[in-house]
């Protein structure tokens, strides 16, 4: 079944390329949309009902290896929401059905790669998918064509290169000492090898490349600028999923799946998650442009999920899949608003707003939502999965980082509520008088990510069935 989610998207870019291209230009739109919105409840029709195989009639025809288990089926869920609400966001700001068509195809591709990477089993074959991805992020960033971008863009591909070369050159260690690139075999050669020192420097070279994708401190230099200068729509799907996708997923799966959490690999990953998460709010504080701002706040966020897989215990992972979901939600829903935000005033810079609440409510009231549970506040879906990362770091008897945590929250709220109150509270300025609410369409995404934010809070009983014992089980 799995393979489909690879295959169908790949074949709507070349159906929707082939002749009659005014028809395909219109239909591009509702296709992309309704391919995603299938994804979604696919990942959830087989969580609920495992043994059902709804394409068993079609493996005949492709002998393809995917498969997914809950981190799995947690991604795949979170890609095509993700992917839902950018494609929205895209539709609300352009009109040009020419620029809309290329867009779903770069869409398309981009979600080839990121349900590739969540489903294979081979190191090399997620490198291929972990490449897909990054050109067409590249490819993305610089959609609109203009000089900030096309920096932005540059500086990507810059670090994305060297991430590549440092993939690559792990991988070559690997296969020269395991024969083979399955997880399976280079699990058991990383644990039976005698070569201990070529062991060490394939898997301290590849998390090294795990770690610039995901944007860890410090090897973040390249995401705030990506972040600020990119399409608004580009912001949300690599703030919300992409980026977590090719870096936090990978350096999950791998480090559970393929190399040895020792204790030494433990205290590399307490000690980057704690500086990236203490670091990425205080950068955050002292920043005056909105989208840069929710970028830093993106580093320290990535910073609590590595805490929580550092803490190497089934509490702590499960608690760092469960704020992959929830940021992919509550960040998504405030670069939404900050969309909302650029498209009605024409800035993102803090201090040229005010009151926007009076004009614009819908934003401020889904805006102060998606930053309360970004701070960790209950009963808010975020606050779970803090308070679980936080237990986790606590009774695996690392008291220091489950402190950093917690005043890491409280810095979260602060840069949270200076943004507030300069953006929506306060004075209505009066160059903003004529300001009205954004479109339905763009309000749409934001209600629906406000709503699953504030649901999964108040479900959490429920939700906590899902997360119980190890979420890397099938």
């Not at 944007?215 to 990506?226: E, K, R, S, T």
């Not at 703030?239 to 870096?247: E, L, Q, S």
Request: contains cysteine.
């Amino acid at each position: 079944m799995y393979a489909y989610l690879i295959l169908i998207p790949f074949f709507s870019v070349i159906i929707l390329n082939l002749p009659f291209r005014t028809t395909m230009k219109k239909a591009a739109f509702w296709a992309c949309l309704v391919l995603l919105l299938a994804q979604m409840c696919l990942v959830v029709f087989s969580a609920i009902f495992p043994g059902c195989s709804f394409f068993d009639i079609f493996k005949t025809l492709f002998k393809l290896d995917f498969t997914a288990d809950n981190l799995s089926r947690v991604l795949l869920f979170s890609i095509a929401l993700i992917l839902c609400v950018t494609l929205l966001v895209q539709k609300s700001i352009l009109g040009d059905k020419e620029r809309i068509f290329n867009f779903v195809n770069m869409l398309l591709i981009i979600l080839v790669g990121m349900n590739g990477i969540v489903m294979v089993r081979d190191i090399f074959s997620l490198y291929v998918f972990l490449e897909i991805t990054a050109v067409s992020s590249f490819i993305l960033i610089g959609f609109n064509q203009d000089l900030d971008a096309f920096e932005a863009a540059f500086k990507y591909i810059i670090l994305s290169v060297i991430a590549t070369a440092l993939m690559l050159s792990s991988i070559a260690i690997i296969l020269l000492l395991a024969g083979d690139t399955s997880f399976s075999a280079i699990a058991s050669t990383v644990r039976l090898s005698p070569h201990r020192l070529l062991i060490s420097l394939a898997v301290g070279i590849f998390l090294c490349a795990c770690f610039i994708k995901a944007g860890l401190m410090p090897f973040h230099g390249w995401l705030p600028d990506v972040y600020s200068a990119a399409p608004t729509s580009v912001s949300v799907l690599l703030a919300g999923i992409a980026t977590k996708t090719v870096g936090v997923y990978t350096l999950i799966r791998i480090v559970n799946s393929v190399f040895v959490l020792d204790r030494s690999l433990q205290h590399l990953l307490l000690a980057l998650g704690a500086v990236s998460m203490i670091a990425g709010a205080l950068a955050a504080l002292g920043q005056r442009d909105l989208k840069r701002m929710l970028a830093y706040s993106s580093i320290s966020q990535v910073g609590y999920i590595v805490l929580g897989l550092g803490a190497a215990t089934p509490l702590g992972l499960a608690g760092a899949i469960f704020h992959v979901f929830n940021h992919a939600v509550f960040k998504s829903l405030l670069f939404v608003d900050s969309a909302a935000v650029e498209l009605e005033t024409g800035t993102v810079q803090m201090d040229k707003l005010s009151g926007l609440a009076k004009r614009m409510p819908v934003t401020g009231f889904t805006s102060v939502l998606a930053s309360l549970s970004c701070a960790g506040i209950p009963p808010l879906a975020g606050f779970w999965s803090k308070l679980i990362i936080v237990i986790a770091l606590w009774a695996s008897g690392h008291y220091a980082y489950a402190m950093l945590a917690v005043l890491a929250s409280l810095l979260t709220l602060a840069y949270l509520l200076t943004m507030q109150r300069k953006i929506f509270f306060g004075k209505l300025g009066q160059d903003m008088a004529e300001i009205e609410e954004a479109g339905p369409v763009l309000m749409l995404p934001a209600l629906i990510l406000a709503v699953i934010t504030v649901g999964v809070g108040l479900l959490f009983p429920f939700v906590s069935i899902l997360l119980k014992g190890n979420l890397l089980g099938g």
